[in-house]
């Protein structure tokens, strides 16, 4: 998705330090700042036998004959979630006749204890059927009327804990012992059970989820596993055999984890790495004796993150750092977008436009990949894009935006796009395909709409850097990898030499749908916020219309397709600016996208009244 030509891409001094040095840096997202800026398993004792220091280990022998020394029962989580200490989110089937003070929809991935498995077909049916497909933040706080189930309409912005991380909740209300971290994170628990609770929070084999889990070096038929809601301290040593016969799914994490940091070995210089590899695949020393380690958060995140986006069809997303384990980032997560119930009605009028398409000549299904090309009427949406009159009408700027190629992106029969001939400067676009083409959620033109396609791994870079991101999975040329989530903002069109007072590190930009916004992902957004800028990308942005309803509000949307082949471990970057934007001369910031680049990024300070006084 390429830039207005007219745009001077601007950056502050605060997006300089947001996007390269303090990428983390996040406050608790209320609605004005908001509007202003973008399970089930068993629980071991610990390694370490009942003393709570940890100083005795358990030998050979003890280890192959210790059993679960607690249990807690399904009376005695009913009996927790009675004394209040699990809050229930609303019946999903009533609507709500006015927004919530805190918000259990967009965040939150329901009441359901969801174990992190393969989903079935009618899982992943079922989860296109009910999931949240946007966010209304209706600040005004008046009694408005959700259309669905399926768009929340809220007043304030607040990450919480997944309700169906039942453990975690209850770990978050009456757990002995409190993270002395002082910069909570969003969404993720500061408190936990302890050793000291085993007797009075015991557990049944079938109430635990395993959180994370390690490879023993010395043991290799066993494994280090760490249960979610529990402190480090309570990890446990068990076989294989057994957990995998309990929690199918935790072969595959290993095996992914494994291929993950192999990749990494070789991508990366060893001496820089070597150390933290290690420490992800079997612990470091003294990890499972200091529950403080900022290494906990990132297995914390990596978990509950995950939860959400399976919550929704979506497959993983891990928080990794195997260079310095610096903090994780700051962020509050979401796998839809934020938007001001008074923008959201700025499209009703573009909506009426949308009516006109019936009257336009249709496709003949010879250019269309759709399940009925017949009916299909995703060439001609883009036909009302590209009108001259809409731009006149509609983009009051239209007439300043110098003469420029819009493509419409034509998915093939697997969803893939076409780069053939791709020039970064092209405003390209995708149409998908809704409810009033007659084809169903799996056809080949509605990408987006199933979200997510591919695990991905949050991965420290450098210093300077900070985070990026990585494939978990092989990725291939022309698919559809992940959406570009955040908060819509409605911003003034941007003069040339004018610096704007805002922080716009995090912002992604429309050239087609409509120039006045921006989806900004600063506070609210999924893993797709951290794709680093690359002079020679493996990705792009793609301007999308997509609902799955024509009965669902219609905003604009961003996807990242792959414009390469993305081998495991390798970075899934963006190029950020063109080509005439980059500075060759020592100015704005240095593009470190590789070794050798000669780039400098134009990003340039912000000066406020305050720094000329």
Known sequence: ???????????????????????????????????????????????????????????????????????????TLSSINQNGSVPSSPNQNQVKSKPVDNIQTVFDAGDCDIVPTELTIAEIETINQTKKVICILDVSGALTHASSPRIPIVKVIEARIPNGCLVANQGQELGGWTRSTNVDYPGIPSRYFTIGDLAKYGGDSATWTIQSVFENPNYPDWVFTKYLGWDALTAWEETKNDVFKKSPHVEKWIAMKKCFLAAIMTLEPKNLVETGVKRERFLGDGLLTNKEHVFWIYQEMSYLHSFVNRANGLPSIWYMNVKNLNEPPKFHYSVVNVIEKRLLDEYQKQEEGLQQVKKLKRSTGTRTACENPETCVRDSIFEYYNRKDRDDEELPDADKI????????????????????????????????????????????????????????????????????????????????????????????????????????????????????????????????????????????????????????????????????????????????????????????????????????????????????
Not at 59 to 74: E, I, K, Y
């Open 402 to 613: 110098e003469e420029s190629t819009r493509k419409n992106m034509q998915p093939d029969a697997f969803g893939r796009l076409d780069f053939k001939g791709f020039d970064a400067d092209d405003q390209r676009m995708v149409v998908e395909c809704s409810d009033a083409c007659g084809c169903s959620i799996n056809c080949p033109r509605r990408q987006l709409q199933r979200g997510q396609k591919f695990g991905v791994v949050v991965y420290y870079e450098d210093d300077c850097r900070r985070f990026g991101l990585r494939a978990l999975e092989p990725i291939e040329k022309g698919q559809f990898i992940i959406e570009y989530t955040g908060q819509i903002l409605e911003v003034e069109p941007e003069e040339i030499g004018v610096i704007e007072d805002r922080d716009t590190s995090y912002d992604a930009e429309f050239a087609i749908m409509d120039r006045r916004k921006v989806v900004t992902a600063i506070n609210i957004g999924n893993a797709a916020r951290f794709m680093a800028h690359a002079c020679t990308p493996s990705a792009t942005f793609i301007e999308t219309h997509s609902r799955q309803l024509v009965s669902d509000p219609l905003i604009p949307r961003i996807s990242v397709y792959a414009l390469k082949d993305i081998n495991v471990g390798e970075e899934i970057t963006i190029k950020y600016f063109r080509q005439d934007q980059m500075l060759k001369k020592k100015e704005g910031t240095k593009c470190r996208c590789r070794a050798k680049c000669k780039n400098w990024l134009p990003i340039y300070p912000y000066e406020s009244d305050d720094d000329m006084e």
């Open 1 to 75: 998705m390429a830039r207005p030509k007219n745009t001077q891409i601007l950056r502050s001094s605060k997006a300089l330090t947001s996007r390269i040095q303090t990428q983390s840096s996040v406050q608790p997202v209320r609605a004005q700042s908001v509007a202003t800026r973008p399970q089930a398993s068993s629980i071991r004792s610990t390694l370490f036998s009942s003393n709570q220091n940890g100083s005795v280990p358990l030998t050979s022998d003890q280890r192959a004959s210790t059993s679960s020394p607690f249990n807690l029962n399904a009376s």
